[in-house]
């Protein structure tokens, strides 16, 4: 073991300490031999190793070293399952290991704000809780392995479109309900060795120097005491970077950077300990780095396997009319789509991986049935080719059932740019629709890393999402669509029927160099749940070739006070005859309505698996996050003292079973209250309540006003004083409420003790 990092810190001269805190190279950080110091290798990510040994760029056009290409996070999201994503991270590192990398560039976690981002399929979900949980288990199993994670892009990075110089309003409810908590777990929990800041300014201030996400938020408020690496070429002014709390620039940008982080601290402008809290955080990383143990020998074989393992946990059946999957080894199935001979598996951009292998659909399907294929179609043909259509046509009509393997072509979906539509090219559907004419039995099976419309929906019997599965995606579907697999996966966003359903339409991708989040906290089905606008496929649903039944739901309390935690238990029963994985789903409702929240929100998932005529519980703790919104006047997350249902199911729309529980906020939140402050402010404020009495009582029998006027509700004359302001306890009696009793109620009102 070589010298410590303090001991280090003491020898390095300031000049190549301001060295250490950029690049070496576009992926290896600098060394200082001298010292020791090696450098270390930081290639993408997230979903397999990109290692490029010639002209390596972050935009994914030279090619690589072979790696095995997993499942990306659009597929590994609709897992739900947080040990599969856990061990594709131990095998990731595996990968790393052999080729020398320190630090894996993933998991993403951005959230899916709109589904033309098009780099969704590198993100998990629309929801934070699903999308933290499992990047946590990704960033745990990559770092088991003595391998650096780095969890991407904090934050509020949702779209490519002007993705390096984009403002985004985002307001601090929103912020904090949605995409920050997409991150929060996954750093308290997953503790990554790195994090990776955003491009884009947030309210005004790019990620790469922006104090409130990396210093206020990150550091102060979750404990993180890693690394912050800029995204590549994210830096902006290096010296205000660092001293938000942005560590290391990469790539190298020469000593561009580092001479204005060395002249600044020599004119007295940035106080050295800037530098050495970031050159600490780098050596600390190196340390880490250090105690992993020997490696073991990597085994791609067995990663390939690993991979298609993990894809059959993903795919997810959409709709399954009259049972049609799965195929029987005797059906006559014709396979139809030239994405059956060049599977689309990945995405493009920075972690577009050159595989070790690759499985191809056709050949997979071949291997379990009686399979004839044709073309039908190029994967981006907008039009239908008159021959191969007629051969399509031909096939089908002596078929017993039809796979048409349909989606989008990389092309489509890659970083950099997002998508302006939800179509798929038009040659897919007007043959899709041309065979549903001569064949009843229509599988569409979908390769595709976020939402498409499918105008085709009601003439088909069956949909499969196989998303992007990674290079050994092929044969998990041929199982799942011959049922030697049964599906489990189920949707981590909402497929909308139209563009203009999804809630940041009007607002995406915004204006000039500039969106705002206008849809607030109303993100996927926060929206549509709650607006009532119907998808297509709501979130969390997908099918199973057996049927699960919800037995019984048991709380171990009614109430609670928001320090304790309550314990939710759900039996599930598998009632088909096959085995299966079901996906139980816990969200809450807040039953109170002064808050304007959304209808329900995911706040547990298990995933079961279940033998035919098994029961197994699911179980669940709830706390205080679980009921808690942000109140951006208390700076915190606060809950409404009430009742809470608990509602459990098999997707966001199939509630199965629910409890109730009544939840007691123990916060103490001062208010403070002004001439402007209402009535009903000190009212709903149980500290200052019963001077509110007295005072409305005062207002309604002094201020000449006959509140009960007319045909009205009982409680119509409370309503209404409760609007008015307590400047009016002095106009409205004519100043027999003086302007000193107001000022002294006012202190009074303030000066209440708030235990
Ligand atoms: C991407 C990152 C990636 C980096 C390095 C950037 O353009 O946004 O996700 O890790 O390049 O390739």
């Given at each position: 073991?070589?010298?410590?990092?303090?001991?280090?810190?003491?020898?390095?001269?300031?000049?190549e300490?301001?060295?250490?805190?950029?690049?070496?190279?576009?992926?290896?950080?600098?060394?200082i031999?001298?010292?020791?110091?090696?450098?270390?290798?930081?290639?993408?990510?997230?979903?397999?190793?990109?290692?490029?040994?010639?002209?390596?760029?972050?935009?994914?056009?030279?090619?690589?070293?072979?790696?095995?290409?997993?499942?990306?996070?659009?597929?590994?999201?609709?897992?739900?399952?947080r040990?599969?994503?856990?061990?594709?991270?131990?095998?990731?590192?595996s990968?790393?290991r052999?080729e020398?990398?320190?630090?894996?560039?993933?998991?993403?976690?951005?959230?899916?704000?709109?589904?033309?981002?098009?780099r969704?399929?590198?993100?998990?979900s629309?929801d934070?809780?699903?999308?933290?949980?499992?990047?946590?288990?990704?960033?745990k199993?990559?770092?088991?392995?003595?391998?650096?994670?780095?969890l991407?892009?904090?934050?509020?990075?949702?779209?490519?479109?002007?993705?390096?110089?984009?403002?985004?309003?985002?307001?601090?409810?929103?912020?904090?309900e949605?995409?920050?908590t997409?991150?929060?777990?996954?750093?308290?929990?997953?503790?990554?060795?790195?994090?990776?800041?955003?491009?884009?300014?947030?309210?005004?201030?790019?990620?790469?120097?922006n104090?409130?996400?990396?210093?206020?938020?990150?550091?102060?408020?979750?404990?993180?005491?890693?690394?912050?690496?800029?995204?590549w070429?994210?830096?902006?002014?290096?010296?205000?970077g660092?001293?938000?709390?942005?560590?290391?620039?990469?790539?190298?940008?020469?000593?561009?950077?580092?001479?204005?982080?060395?002249?600044?601290?020599?004119?007295?402008?940035?106080?050295?300990?800037?530098?050495?809290?970031?050159?600490?955080?780098?050596?600390?990383?190196?340390?880490?780095?250090?105690?992993?143990?020997?490696a073991?020998?990597?085994?791609?074989?067995?990663?390939?396997?690993?991979?298609?393992?993990?894809?059959?946990?993903?795919?997810?059946l959409?709709?399954?009319?009259?049972?049609?999957?799965?195929?029987?080894?005797?059906?006559?199935v014709?396979?139809?789509?030239?994405?059956?001979?060049?599977?689309r598996f990945?995405?493009?951009?920075?972690?577009?991986?050159?595989?070790?292998?690759?499985?191809?659909?056709?050949?997979?399907?071949?291997?379990?049935?009686?399979?004839?294929?044709?073309?039908?179609?190029?994967?981006?043909?907008?039009?239908?080719d008159?021959?191969l259509?007629?051969?399509?046509?031909?096939?089908?009509?002596?078929?017993?059932?039809?796979?048409?393997?349909?989606?989008?072509?990389?092309?489509?979906?890659?970083?950099?740019?997002?998508?302006?539509?939800?179509?798929?090219?038009?040659?897919?559907?007007?043959?899709?629709?041309e065979?549903?004419?001569?064949?009843?039995?229509?599988?569409?099976?979908?390769?595709?890393?976020?939402?498409?419309?499918?105008?085709?929906?009601?003439?088909?019997?069956?949909i499969?999402?196989?998303?992007?599965?990674?290079?050994?995606?092929?044969?998990?579907l041929?199982?799942?669509?011959?049922?030697?697999?049964?599906?489990?996966?189920?949707?981590?966003?909402?497929?909308?029927?139209?563009?203009?359903?999804?809630?940041?339409?009007?607002?995406?991708?915004?204006?000039?160099?500039?969106?705002e989040?206008r849809?607030?906290?109303?993100?996927?089905?926060?929206?549509?749940?709650?607006?009532?606008?119907?998808?297509?496929?709501?979130?969390?649903?997908?099918?199973s070739?057996?049927?699960?039944?919800?037995?019984?739901?048991?709380?171990?309390?009614?109430?609670?006070?928001?320090?304790?935690?309550?314990?939710?238990?759900?039996?599930?029963?598998?009632?088909?005859?096959?085995?299966?994985?079901?996906?139980?789903?816990?969200?809450?409702?807040?039953?109170?309505?002064?808050?304007?929240?959304?209808?329900?929100?995911?706040?547990?998932?298990?995933?079961?698996?279940?033998?035919?005529?098994?029961?197994?519980?699911?179980?669940?703790?709830?706390?205080?996050?679980?009921?808690?919104?942000?109140?951006?006047?208390?700076?915190?997350?606060?809950?409404?003292?009430?009742?809470f249902?608990?509602?459990?199911?098999?997707?966001?729309?199939?509630?199965?079973?629910?409890?109730?529980?009544?939840?007691?906020?123990?916060?103490?939140?001062?208010?403070h209250?002004?001439?402007?402050?209402?009535?009903?402010?000190?009212?709903?404020?149980?500290?200052t309540?019963?001077?509110?009495?007295?005072m409305?009582?005062y207002?309604?029998?002094?201020?000449?006003?006959?509140f009960?006027?007319?045909?009205?509700?009982?409680?119509?004359?409370?309503?209404?004083?409760?609007?008015?302001?307590?400047?009016?306890?002095?106009?409205?009696?004519?100043?027999?409420?003086?302007e000193?009793?107001?000022?002294?109620?006012?202190?009074?009102?303030?000066?209440?003790?708030?235990?």
């Amino acid at each position: 073991m070589g010298q410590s990092v303090d001991e280090l810190l003491k020898e390095l001269t300031l000049e190549e300490k301001c060295s250490l805190l950029s690049g070496e190279t576009f992926n290896d950080s600098q060394s200082i031999p001298r010292l020791g110091i090696e450098k270390m290798l930081m290639t993408d990510g997230p979903h397999g190793l990109r290692k490029q040994s010639d002209k390596p760029d972050h935009l994914g056009m030279n090619v690589s070293v072979p790696a095995t290409c997993f499942p990306p996070a659009c597929a590994l999201g609709s897992s739900w399952n947080r040990e599969i994503v856990y061990k594709m991270g131990e095998a990731l590192a595996s990968e790393c290991r052999a080729e020398n990398v320190a630090v894996i560039l993933g998991p993403g976690n951005n959230i899916k704000r709109s589904p033309l981002c098009g780099r969704n399929f590198e993100y998990f979900s629309e929801d934070p809780y699903l999308a933290s949980n499992l990047a946590a288990q990704h960033i745990k199993g990559v770092q088991s392995k003595g391998v650096g994670a780095s969890l991407k892009h904090f934050a509020v990075n949702n779209q490519e479109t002007k993705r390096l110089t984009l403002n985004a309003t985002v307001d601090e409810r929103t912020l904090r309900e949605i995409y920050l908590t997409s991150f929060e777990t996954a750093v308290k929990e997953g503790k990554p060795w790195t994090v990776m800041c955003a491009y884009n300014r947030l309210n005004g201030e790019f990620g790469s120097e922006n104090k409130y996400l990396l210093n206020d938020i990150l550091r102060e408020e979750w404990g993180y005491d890693g690394l912050v690496v800029t995204d590549w070429g994210a830096a902006n002014d290096r010296v205000k970077g660092l001293i938000a709390g942005q560590d290391l620039e990469m790539p190298s940008s020469g000593t561009v950077n580092d001479s204005k982080v060395e002249a600044a601290v020599k004119d007295g402008s940035l106080p050295v300990e800037y530098v050495d809290r970031a050159v600490r955080r780098l050596l600390e990383l190196r340390e880490k780095l250090h105690a992993a143990g020997e490696a073991e020998p990597v085994s791609y074989e067995k990663n390939h396997r690993i991979a298609e393992e993990i894809a059959e946990e993903c795919i997810v059946l959409l709709k399954n009319e009259d049972k049609v999957l799965p195929l029987k080894a005797e059906d006559k199935v014709v396979v139809i789509g030239e994405f059956a001979e060049k599977p689309r598996f990945q995405g493009g951009g920075s972690s577009h991986i050159n595989t070790t292998f690759l499985d191809k659909p056709l050949e997979e399907l071949k291997k379990l049935g009686n399979v004839e294929y044709v073309k039908g179609f190029a994967c981006a043909a907008e039009e239908c080719d008159a021959n191969l259509l007629a051969e399509a046509v031909e096939a089908a009509s002596r078929a017993d059932k039809v796979v048409i393997c349909a989606g989008l072509p990389e092309v489509y979906e890659t970083e950099g740019m997002d998508r302006e539509h939800l179509n798929i090219p038009g040659a897919q559907i007007q043959l899709i629709e041309e065979m549903a004419k001569h064949n009843k039995n229509i599988i569409v099976v979908l390769s595709n890393g976020a939402p498409v419309v499918m105008p085709f929906e009601p003439q088909v019997k069956a949909i499969v999402e196989g998303y992007l599965l990674g290079q050994a995606g092929a044969e998990a579907l041929a199982k799942v669509l011959y049922g030697k697999t049964n599906p489990s996966g189920k949707l981590a966003e909402t497929f909308p029927q139209r563009l203009e359903d999804t809630p940041c339409f009007l607002n995406f991708p915004g204006e000039g160099y500039h969106v705002e989040y206008r849809e607030g906290i109303f993100v996927g089905y926060r929206y549509y749940d709650t607006c009532k606008v119907k998808p297509l496929f709501c979130f969390g649903h997908g099918l199973s070739y057996t049927d699960f039944s919800y037995e019984e739901i048991t709380v171990d309390r009614e109430s609670m006070t928001d320090q304790e935690k309550a314990t939710v238990r759900v039996k599930v029963k598998n009632t088909g005859a096959v085995a299966g994985k079901e996906v139980v789903e816990l969200y809450i409702h807040d039953c109170q309505t002064d808050i304007v929240r959304p209808y329900k929100e995911l706040k547990g998932f298990q995933k079961l698996s279940l033998e035919p005529g098994e029961e197994k519980e699911a179980v669940f703790e709830l706390d205080k996050r679980s009921f808690a919104y942000y109140d951006v006047e208390a700076k915190d997350f606060l809950v409404q003292s009430g009742r809470f249902e608990i509602l459990v199911g098999a997707s966001s729309e199939d509630i199965r079973l629910k409890a109730a529980i009544e939840v007691t906020s123990t916060a103490i939140v001062k208010k403070h209250f002004y001439r402007n402050s209402t009535f009903g402010e000190i009212y709903y404020y149980e500290p200052t309540r019963e001077i509110a009495r007295e005072m409305m009582d005062y207002f309604e029998r002094e201020s000449g006003i006959d509140f009960s006027l007319g045909d009205r509700p009982a409680d119509f004359a409370f309503r209404v004083i409760c609007d008015f302001p307590l400047k009016t306890l002095v106009t409205f009696t004519k100043g027999r409420f003086s302007e000193q009793q107001l000022t002294e109620l006012l202190k009074k009102l303030n000066g209440v003790s708030h235990e």
